[in-house]
């Protein structure tokens, strides 16, 4: 079976800093991987995508970077945090052939002061 | 820019009535619709799609699409305290592999 795992679970970051999420799914090769933020009481906020190693395609302008730098891992970084970056980001998968079911992992909540 | 649209809520029902969930779209070209589940601190997951105009059945949830009116809702029947859960509407127009989500409706199912 297939399952993803996003770490950390939990951070807060004064603005300035760097940040680092990472994602790996297990149990599937060469899945579509996404990265989503949510902020509080909103929906879901595509913020990139990525249909194979090395392929992102950004969504909306801003101060993150995703890399997939394997298959089935995804990165969402950032140099310098802003405070309107805190949110629930939630990392997902989807078989290549889109069926339009995204697996999401647990998510991470970040709190930038 | 494609839009999705849900009323934020809450939306409150007593246990065991019917619980309507609406949303809008503003993609005409859009192909597939589906409906998350998120419970509080939680990630979303799936619980129904539909592609076709009409409804769509799955046990107490019904999907229902009408592309005219780019309108698709949620309805659950006998609604339990355990669907108290927000609900993410997500449209895909086939330009790729990705969703748009809407806000997102609170629901509230109250004993």
């Known amino acids: 079976s297939q399952t993803i795992h996003q770490w950390p679970a939990t951070l807060v970051q004064p603005v300035g800093s760097p940040l680092s999420l990472e994602c790996t799914v297990e149990?599937?090769?060469?899945?579509?991987l996404y990265w989503y933020r949510q902020a509080a009481g909103r929906g879901l906020q595509l913020l990139f995508y990525s249909v194979g190693i090395g392929q992102i395609s950004s969504e909306v302008p801003q101060n993150l970077s995703a890399s997939r730098p394997q298959d089935r891992q995804f990165i969402l970084s950032s140099k310098k945090l802003l405070l309107s970056d805190s949110g629930f980001y939630l990392c997902?998968?989807?078989?290549?052939?889109?069926?339009?079911?995204?697996?999401f992992g647990e998510g991470s909540r970040l709190t930038v002061l | 820019q494609k839009e999705v649209e849900q009323n934020s809520g809450p939306l409150s029902v007593p246990e065991g009535a019917i619980a309507s969930l609406n949303c809008t779209y503003s993609?005409?070209?859009?192909?597939?619709f589906f409906w998350y589940r998120q419970y509080s601190g939680k990630s979303p997951e799936l619980i129904m799609f539909?592609?076709?105009?009409g409804d769509k059945e799955d046990g107490r949830f019904t999907a229902q699409l009408n592309k005219a009116s780019q309108y698709v809702s949620l309805l659950i029947r006998d609604s339990q305290p355990s669907d108290s859960a927000t609900y993410l509407c997500?449209?895909?127009?086939?330009?790729?592999?990705?969703?748009?989500f809407g806000g997102g409706t609170r629901l509230m199912v109250k004993p």
């Open positions: 997500a449209v895909n127009n086939n330009a790729g592999n990705m969703l748009t």
């Open positions: 993609d005409r070209g859009s192909q597939s």
């Open positions: 539909i592609y076709s105009n």
């Open positions: 149990g599937t090769s060469n899945p579509n």
């Open positions: 997902a998968w989807s078989w290549q052939g889109w069926s339009g079911e995204l697996f």
